[in-house]
């Protein structure tokens, strides 16, 4: 939009924009829950046992907050590789 043209600034941009995209997914979690739908990755989600049927139902337990703990951990990686 500036007219910059760095390899390294968009390098950068990319990264943050999959960070957002990751956390607006994973803020998003509760309002489609509510409307029967879940967009987190189920391979991640599998990995700790949980179904799409608990984020559906609400359920809070530990292996439902390690999934939301590890997908915000991408999102953390690619701020990381921003700095």
Not at 6 to 18: E, L, M, Q, R
Not at 36 to 60: A, N, T, Y
């Amino acid at each position: 939009i500036l007219g910059v043209r760095d390899i390294h600034a968009d390098h950068a941009a990319s990264h943050i924009g999959k960070a957002q995209g990751i956390v607006t997914c994973l803020r998003a979690t509760p309002y489609h829950s509510t409307r029967q739908k879940v967009f987190l990755p189920m391979d991640i989600c599998m990995l700790h046992g949980v179904s799409q049927e608990d984020f559906i139902r609400g359920k809070q337990e530990k292996n439902v907050r390690d999934v939301i703990y590890d997908i915000a951990s991408q999102a953390h990686v690619h701020l990381e590789h921003v700095r």
